[in-house]
């Protein structure tokens, strides 16, 4: 004999994937039941329950709010950019009409400082033939050294100088002061900077330091500062080779 239960057998409960996959496949869902839409609440983690469209507004809202944070990071990016690529060419431009190394140095110095608002810098050079370099030297702003051949160089220092690319952010207190000897202490973000130095077995690197601890950060772009090292490494390099007998 059949019961009720064999004719009508309980009904299986409902799976949430599967309501949540149903949903998903059919967006109109709630457009073609707006009364099942109104009585749908959400609890709110700071007051009473919102009805599903008020959280919908307010999640729109945060992501419009969210798109204009992102938008105006962005134009922020391209205004640095482009006042970068004018301090360039003007650097250019005044490397190309610079001949005597001093004079380098010293539009060099005033660059940094200026355009830059470095608040430290030094000059590493490393394999060279010199072991001075005539007509420039240390000051309060720009440090100079001469390394002494790689088994003599830091292994720290050797491995600056091997790297080909820009880096920037925040580095150990041992790259630090091995860059900034005399400011290592102060400095809290730096630029370090290859310079090329076309036809010469030796390397160089720029040391770029800020004690603005947000100054440079490894998000950084680095192309300008490789071109700014290329640039500045190729009218130096001349000055750099052994003087002829």
Do not use: W
């Not at 009508?8 to 799976?15: G, K, S």
């Not at 004079?103 to 001075?132: E, Y």
């Not at 036809?199 to 330091?209: F, N, S, V």
């Amino acid at each position: 004999m059949n019961t009720g239960q064999d004719q009508n057998p309980a009904a299986e409960p409902i799976d949430e994937t599967a309501v949540v996959k149903y949903l998903l496949t059919h967006p109109d869902f709630f457009a073609a039941h707006p009364d099942v839409l109104a009585e749908v609440n959400l609890p709110h983690e700071t007051g009473p329950a919102t009805s599903l469209i008020e959280r919908q507004v307010a999640i729109l809202r945060r992501q419009n709010h969210q798109h204009r944070e992102q938008l105006q990071a962005l134009i922020q990016i391209a205004q640095d950019n482009e006042r970068l690529i004018l301090r360039l060419q003007q650097l250019t431009l005044d490397l190309l009409d610079t001949e005597q190394l001093p004079d380098m140095i010293d539009l060099l110095r005033a660059t940094l400082q200026g355009d830059f608002h470095a608040d430290a810098a030094a000059l590493h050079f490393t394999a060279l033939p010199l072991q001075q370099l005539p007509g420039i030297h240390s000051d309060d702003f720009i440090q100079v050294f001469i390394h002494g051949a790689k088994d003599e160089t830091p292994q720290e220092l050797t491995r600056l100088f091997a790297n080909e690319k820009p880096c920037c952010g925040k580095f150990n207190e041992t790259v630090l002061g091995q860059m900034f000897p005399e400011e290592g202490t102060r400095i809290t973000t730096a630029a370090l900077i290859p310079l090329a130095l076309k036809d010469l077995p030796g390397k160089g690197l720029l040391a770029i330091g800020s004690l603005d601890e947000h100054r440079f950060n490894a998000e950084m772009g680095t192309v300008y500062l490789q071109y700014m090292g290329e640039l500045i490494g190729r009218k130096l390099a001349p000055h750099l080779s052994a003087p002829s007998p």
